[in-house]
């Protein structure tokens, strides 16, 4: 990358980065929090960052359609992770509608040849995410979201995307899901859901974000 691009761009993915260990340090979680006296409205807007700044990355670094379709997706899930901190339901409605313009950025750019190998693991992403997440929640709105949340996962992976990135994380964003969904029903995982939720889900965000952004510009990014 050119010493321009760097000066101008990195900068985003390193607040991104900053903002969502900020965010885990601060937050109840099984390390404690440093400052008890932060939270409220400035810990949800520290946890909307982290995400946000990504889109703002994705913006800056593709300019083509594709990458404001990125964006958006981005956008809504830096949405959602705010306002899941208020009303859980519109939260999941958020991620929904950005597992949905995902979708559709995928299908844009859909993987000429796959093998049967692959074919197999997305088929198992889609059928697999919504089973596992009902069996988990033991809610029928919960396995209804988990639909969006399997078809999404499934079209990175058959996507022209690199599947070491993005593809895996779409998987990371499954799994960080499930342990969210194992605290709504019988199975105790004890403090896993409290330490890992966060890290899968924003890692699996930035793989996503970088590897999306790397294919669109044409550079060179492993398979």
């Known amino acids: 990358m050119a010493k321009t691009a760097l000066i101008e761009h990195r900068p985003w993915l390193l607040a991104s980065v900053v903002a969502s260990i900020a965010y885990y340090l601060l937050s109840d979680n099984p390390f404690g929090t440093p400052f008890p006296a932060f939270g409220g409205v400035w810990l949800i807007l520290l946890k909307g960052a982290g995400v946000a700044l990504l889109a703002a990355y994705a913006l800056r670094r593709a300019h083509c359609l594709d990458g404001k379709i990125l964006a958006l997706v981005l956008a809504l899930s830096a949405a959602a992770d705010m306002a899941l901190e208020i009303e859980f339901a519109i939260?999941?409605?958020?991620?929904a509608a950005s597992h949905a313009v995902a979708i559709i950025l995928y299908l844009r750019n859909r993987r000429e040849q796959?093998?049967?190998?692959?074919l197999a693991l997305a088929a198992a992403l889609l059928i697999a995410t919504p089973a596992i997440s009902y069996l988990l929640s033991e809610r029928v709105e919960v396995a209804a979201y988990a639909v969006t949340l399997g078809l999404m996962a499934a079209a990175a992976w058959t996507s022209r995307f690199p599947?070491?990135?993005?593809?895996?994380?779409?998987?990371?964003?499954?799994?960080s899901d499930w342990l969210i969904f194992s605290?709504?029903?019988?199975?105790?995982?004890?403090?896993?859901?409290?330490?890992l939720v966060w890290p899968l889900y924003y890692g699996g965000q930035l793989m996503i974000a970088t590897g999306v952004v790397q294919t669109l510009r044409g550079e060179p990014v492993a398979e």
């Open 114 to 118: 796959l093998t049967g190998s692959q």
């Open 183 to 195: 605290d709504m029903g019988r199975f105790d995982l004890g403090i896993l859901p409290a330490l």
């Open 91 to 95: 939260g999941g409605a958020l991620f």
């Open 163 to 175: 599947r070491y990135r993005v593809g895996i994380g779409a998987v990371l964003f499954v799994v």
